[in-house]
């Protein structure tokens, strides 16, 4: 889906939503962007945004243009940018993937400016009793085995606020045009598009939004 057919309509997409709400030319740093579809997205919908992007290894040479991209290491490297220089910041599914997440939060809270917002996502709890998936879907949590731990949102929101960021607000993350098209794919054979249909109906991540305080 290309997002800036959401631009009339961002609550369609629980991220979308989000990103909606960043001031009209401001900063935004997506904390592993990992081949850079999400990253993609967001400047669909609000190309009048400033992009910023860290992860460990990252697909540069497919983020948009203007994005300044920088290598890093989210459990023990510092990000290069200056303090209070983002309106906000988002980071999906990145933290499952962790053992420490506070360098990263502590990041995030330096780095926002007074009442910028910050995004994360994970996978929620009943992704632990699902179905494994079959070839290159992550269905069961342990589908994937890079994850370290599942982060459930209590803990995240305790971390953040231990960080120095407010709790806002909390949720289960879905596009509710991918959860509708799930009756049409359940018959039909396995595809990036029944899959996708399939997380968004399930609810399969949980979302937490934090602010900085002003």
Not at 46 to 67: I, Q
Not at 164 to 189: C, E, K, T
């Amino acid at each position: 889906m290309n997002w800036s057919w959401l631009r009339l309509a961002p609550w369609i997409d629980t991220r979308a939503a989000f990103v909606a709400r960043t001031p009209q030319g401001g900063s935004l740093l997506d904390l592993g962007s990992s081949d850079g579809e999400t990253l993609g997205h967001i400047a669909e919908l609000r190309p009048d945004l400033r992009l910023f992007s860290a992860d460990k290894f990252g697909r540069p040479e497919r983020y948009p243009a203007s994005c300044e991209f920088r290598a890093a290491d989210f459990e023990s490297d510092k990000l290069p940018w200056s303090d209070a220089s983002m309106d906000a910041v988002t980071c999906m599914h990145v933290v499952e993937h962790l053992r420490d997440l506070m360098p990263l939060l502590r990041e995030t809270a330096r780095l926002l400016k007074p009442g910028g917002r910050a995004y994360f996502e994970t996978p929620h709890p009943r992704s632990l009793s699902m179905p494994s998936a079959t070839g290159r879907f992550t269905l069961n949590f342990f589908d994937d085995p890079t994850h370290v731990r599942l982060i459930e949102l209590g803990e995240l929101r305790t971390l953040g606020k231990s960080a120095g960021l407010a709790v806002g607000d909390s949720g289960v993350s879905r596009n509710w045009l991918f959860a509708a098209a799930h009756p049409l794919f359940v018959l039909l054979p396995e595809s990036r598009q029944k899959f996708t249909a399939r997380i968004h109906w399930t609810g399969w991540s949980a979302f937490q939004t934090f602010q900085r305080s002003a």
